[in-house]
């Protein structure tokens, strides 16, 4: 017999699954369901109670370590290392030294993010389920999964089903 990994409700738009979302949270406490959308929707992680992210943080400390690494090894390379005095130019020249610090800044912050977001997401997830064949094309699925605190299978299809979706399914592995 198939293992039950949760319940899906899937939507015409993305209003009903933000109503959906919300109902889930405030009325159900659910707080490990899922939403999949063709595209970003605006106030869905207000809806569902999602907090603020904590990667801008990582973008903008691995940003500063770029500016400080590049100021670090230029000035320290024009200045200490092999300090030449071309046309009577300051050994430490600012502007000079822009160019490669902004690369350095928008690399390491470029990076840094992409390893932290697939960290986030746990990628790469290689036992993942597609979870309905229109999930990614025109349709909006709210997914409760069965790791959910008291999770009752037919409670949480009957939920579901209360909130007038195009389709509600039960999903096994």
């Known amino acids: ?14 209003k009903e699954l933000i109503k959906a979302a919300k109902t889930a949270r405030e009325k159900h406490n659910y707080k490990h369901y899922d ?3 063709p595209y970003a929707v605006h106030g869905l992680d207000d809806a569902m109670g999602i907090k603020r992210s ?3 943080w990582v973008t903008f400390l691995a940003g500063l370590t770029g500016t400080c690494t590049a ?4 000035i320290w390379t024009s200045a200490v290392d092999w ?3 071309v046309g009577g130019k300051p050994l430490v020249s600012l502007p000079a030294f822009i ?3 902004f690369e350095l800044t928008v690399l390491f912050g470029g990076l840094a993010t992409v390893g932290a977001l697939f960290v986030v997401c746990g990628l790469p997830n290689l036992g993942a ?4 064949p229109k999930i990614t094309d025109d349709r909006f699925v709210l997914y409760v999964p069965s790791s959910e605190k008291n999770f ?6 009957q939920f579901l089903k209360s909130l007038s979706p195009e389709e509600v399914s039960v999903v096994t592995e």
């Open 1 to 14: 017999m198939a293992k039950t990994t949760g319940v899906i409700a899937v939507f015409k738009t993305d």
């Open 35 to 37: 939403a999949f959308t």
């Open 54 to 56: 904590w990667l801008p």
């Open 71 to 74: 100021l670090a090894l230029e």
């Open 83 to 85: 300090p030449i005095n």
């Open 99 to 101: 160019p490669i610090t």
């Open 129 to 132: 389920k597609i979870l309905h």
């Open 152 to 157: 009752n299978e037919n409670e949480v299809f």
